[in-house]
């Protein structure tokens, strides 16, 4: 059974940076595109960004393009989501998704204020 382990959130000055972590299990890693959503209070979960299985071509929604970096490491069967220049608008419950499947981890909450 997949389970996805999300951590690395935390309270982030604006300006500041954070670098989450995803470690998956259960099924085989290395062979999927991996991506990253997260949910602000009261809004609907929305993507932020991927990254391919192979080759490593990644994919960005506009808001975090320029400002965030999704990496992975087979090895590890890790993804990361390197977040730099924060904004209070970034704050939210980051998840990391297997595409293939319905299951969501719990998740890692990022809050950016002063």
């Known amino acids: 059974q997949e389970q996805l382990v999300e951590s690395g959130g935390g309270l982030v000055h604006p300006g500041g940076s954070l670098r989450l972590s995803c470690v998956a299990s259960?099924?085989?890693?290395?062979?999927?595109?991996m991506m990253w959503y997260r949910q602000a209070p009261g809004k609907e979960r929305e993507f932020v960004a991927q990254?391919?299985?192979?080759?490593?071509?990644?994919i960005y929604a506009d808001s975090v393009k320029g400002r965030f970096t999704i990496s992975r490491d087979n090895a590890k069967n890790t993804v990361y989501l390197q977040m730099n220049s924060l904004k209070p608008e970034d704050t939210a419950v980051y998840y990391c998704?297997?595409?293939?499947?319905?299951?969501w981890g719990q998740g890692t909450q990022v809050t950016v204020a002063e």
């Open positions: 990254i391919a299985n192979v080759g490593g071509t990644t």
């Open positions: 998704k297997w595409p293939v499947s319905a299951y």
């Open positions: 259960g099924f085989t890693f290395s062979k999927f595109t």
